[in-house]
């Protein structure tokens, strides 16, 4: 039972953190339909947000409560800089995007290196959040805990955003039908901008939470780009319960792997699990209805 | 844009050109050390040749070449560390980090010629099954490019937590011959030289002969336009796969022959990071011609052997702002130059990119129902 216990909770804890990463993510990538490699840099930049709120604010809990929406402001300041200077001028050219947007990060990541050095920096935790909770005999750690809270935090509201806002009106047209939405007069590029605002902000958040579980290098982002993709892989475009969905059915599925095996076959595992998925659903979990053919 | 390579006797002249620079000019002037360094790039361009026929004539962007790179190169160096060892006997870093005991899975590769084999086949059969399963299901555009890139990146995880069987980080080195020849000798390093530029040579000219060929223009027009292709009777997923195949081939290959050459094989080699750089090259070069592949990934690898050594970090800066500025205001790399200042405007996107966009984002596939 306490087997049981610990590895759902340490499946969920990772589901969140794939959530948290990946959320933006979806959002960028279902409306409009470019893949931002650039975005493991915003989580990188928002850690390092994190660690420079510590050296100035000192008090690891203050800090870390600030952290959060500075995070999110520079993810999101950073994200609406790339998208007006670069991707705007590439739609239509999703693979080019791709490449452009990693040339990006090569060069955020060289940046960070001359700020803030080559070695990792680690960022103090709150003392609230260094014990754990005992629960049916199995301890959890408050840190995952409160990632967790995060995330469901972070879905709700964006999915609040999504459903009840002007602006989520007009993102649910655009992921329909960009066409027909800018004919009914809706202004695709603030949205798209808004969009990007959004999600590249949420990389900036999921940044922060990750200097609760580790140290925080120029190289953070590479380590968690590709999980954030196969999520949005695996939950299909233009929809929140999807990416959600997949990120927690992955994060559950890694740690029954890894319990039964080592960390490196697991990640080999769940590839082929999702190839294996993929031949089931090629579109994902959810995908927008379309008349397409492709 | 690929008009300087339409008369078929320039391409004839290109070769003898290329194979008097490779076989007769760089041996004689180039010391050993520099002769090897441009035998690694010449490995690289392999891929590249490749990378050009999946990426730039099938659009499929194949971000995860250093699988297969990575493939070929430990097939060879498990060859290499298990001869030199001698018959019966485990390669030293396995008695030095585990029982020292030759898992069963490495007793094949004692032979030379399973080996080869091995090399030549095991790339292409891999890409095969992948292929059939991507494909076959339509999965495509960026959908394919993150797959592709996962792998590579799972691929470096399963050989760095194998420490005892695939010597871990470290990779595998040290390697003294190769079929009886000592590596070390100058005369078997321009040997080996010679086998890689002639090698490069053959891809070229039978990448050349498929783009002539009837596959070739299906392969195109896969690529632009996947749909019409399968109303008239082909099958899309077959004609990618073949593409797909023959450029993982090519990666085995080139990973076999960067082994001796290099002397090191290790995860840093094969993962994601690397994968890219392939791609690098081929954009710079231009991914829809024949050369431009080629030229791309040497230059790019030189540039980055001198003005790495020298500025570590001014390069990489250098790196992803070429790449920023090549793949958004000159698609068709270097290649597309000459036509550009010719014409004196910025030619269109390659025609691969509208039809990608459509398979990515349903908003834009109103396009292509139109245009059907």
Known sequence: MDVVVGQLFAGLSQG????????????????????????????????????????????????????????????????????AVLIRHMYGRPLDTLLVTWGVSLILQQLARDIFGAPNVDVGSPSWLQGSVEVGGVALASARLFILALAIACVAALS??????????????????????????????????????????????????????????????????????????????????GALIAAFVLGLLQSVFQYSTTASMAKVLLLIAIVIFLQVRPQGIFSVRTRSLA | MIGY?????????????????????????????????LGKYLCFAM???????????????????????????????????????????????????GSGVVPFWWEPFRSPVVTLVAILLLPA?????????????????????????ALAAAFAILLIGQQTTTGGTNGLNGFRGFLGYNLFDPVNKQLIFSIAAAVLLAMLLLTWHLYRSRYGELLVAVRDQEERVRFLGYNPANIKLVAYAIAAAMAGVAGALFVPIAGIISPAD??????????????????????????????????????????PGFWTYFQGALLILVIAFLPGGLAS????????????????????????????????????
């Open chain 1, 16 to 83: 969140s953190i794939l959530i948290l990463i990946a959320l933006g993510l979806a959002l960028t990538f279902g409306q409009m339909g470019v893949i931002n490699m650039a975005h493991g840099e915003f989580i990188m930049a928002g850690a390092y947000t994190a660690y420079v709120m510590q050296g100035i604010l000192g008090d690891a809990g203050i800090s870390l409560l600030i952290a959060i929406p500075m995070g999110f402001l520079i993810g999101g300041v950073m994200g609406v800089i790339l998208e």
């Open chain 1, 160 to 241: 609040a955003i999504i459903r009840f806002t002007s602006l989520g009106r007009r993102v649910r047209a655009v992921v329909q039908n960009r066409e027909l939405a800018e004919t009914v007069g809706i202004s695709t590029r603030r949205t798209d901008r808004l969009t990007f605002f959004i999600g590249s902000g949420l990389a900036g958040v999921a940044g922060v939470a990750l200097t609760l579980l580790g140290s925080t290098g120029p190289t953070l982002g590479t380590n968690y780009i590709v999980d954030a993709f196969l999520v949005v892989v695996v939950g299909g475009i233009g929809q929140i319960r």
């Open chain 2, 5 to 37: 390579l339409k008369g078929p006797g320039r391409v004839w002249v290109g070769l003898a050109l290329g194979a008097v620079v490779l076989f007769v000019l760089a041996p004689s002037v180039l010391s050993d050390f520099r002769l090897m360094l």
């Open chain 2, 47 to 97: 891929v590249a040749v490749g990378i050009g026929l999946a990426w730039g004539r099938g659009g499929m962007l194949v971000l995860g070449q250093g699988v297969f790179f990575g493939l070929g190169a430990y097939l060879m160096a498990m060859h290499l560390k298990l001869s030199d060892a001698g018959p019966g006997k485990a390669p030293d870093f396995m008695l030095l980090y």
């Open chain 2, 125 to 149: 059969a891999i890409a095969t099954v992948l292929g059939l399963a991507i494909f076959r299901r339509r999965v495509k555009g960026a959908y394919f490019a993150i797959l592709s890139q």
């Open chain 2, 270 to 311: 094969v993962g994601v990071v690397p994968s890219i750089a392939f791609i690098i090259g081929v954009a710079i070069g231009g991914r829809n011609t024949l050369l431009g592949p080629v030229l791309g990934t040497i230059l790019v690898a030189y540039a980055q052997t001198t003005l790495s050594e020298q500025f």
């Open chain 2, 337 to 372: 130059l000459w036509t550009v200042v010719k014409r004196g405007r910025r030619p269109g996107p390659p025609s691969a990119a509208p039809m990608a966009a459509a398979a990515a984002d349903p908003a834009l596939a109103s396009e292509q129902k139109v245009s059907i």
